[in-house]
């Protein structure tokens, strides 16, 4: 069954494993944008749209694309027949100093965690962060920011919400969802 869609800016996997199918609509539990940048001042838009008349529950993760390590990871709740759109983009796009990779986005679909970088006033702002890749977790690759400008970013579809989850998820009248607060609380 069909159940989410995605467009990006940067568009075709080719693939021969049997293990995974490809939709030639573009449709499925699995979502892989094969390519993001923030740099050059390049911005990457991205789109996914839950098709069926379910709330579903998504994991986001961007990866960096020197050795593919983790720098953004958070579940999306959607609404039934809801889209999420963001765009990837540098730090100076949001009016600070150049050279941090950002994910922004204005959409009201919940996100766990709440997307907000810290000591930031802009919602739905967050920075990428090294920690998968510096320190104790150093991998012989450069340990600056910038690595994480860009990769390629994984969805995948973690299930369908009930109950009062999927009521929580479900948009209101006026755009909104209707308890994002208690999907953060459920978490934590």
Not at 29 to 42: E, S
Not at 54 to 65: S, T, Y
Not at 110 to 127: D, F, H, I, K, R
Not at 146 to 173: N, Q, V, W
Request: charged share 15%.
């Amino acid at each position: 069954a069909a159940v989410l869609a995605g467009l990006a800016g940067v568009a075709g996997i080719a693939g021969t494993a049997q293990a995974v199918n490809m939709n030639p609509d573009g449709l499925g539990q699995v979502l892989i944008y094969p390519y993001y940048t923030a740099n050059d001042g390049n911005q990457t838009i991205l789109s996914v749209v839950n098709t069926t008349d379910q709330a579903k529950a998504v994991k986001v993760r961007f990866l960096e694309g020197f050795n593919s390590r983790e720098v953004l990871d958070f579940n999306l709740y959607m609404s039934r027949e809801d889209v999420w759109v963001a765009v990837v983009a540098d730090s100076s796009a949001f009016g600070a100093e150049a050279g941090v990779p950002h994910l922004f986005t204005n959409d009201t679909t919940c996100t766990v965690p709440y997307l907000y970088e810290m000591g930031s006033t802009a919602p739905g702002l967050q920075a990428f962060l090294p920690y998968a890749y510096t320190g104790d977790n150093a991998d012989g690759g450069p340990e600056v920011i910038g690595r994480a400008a860009e990769g390629h970013l994984e969805m995948i579809e973690m299930g369908t919400l009930l109950g009062d989850s999927a009521a929580d998820a479900t948009h209101c009248t006026d755009g909104m969802p209707a308890d994002c607060d208690q999907l953060n609380e459920n978490w934590f």
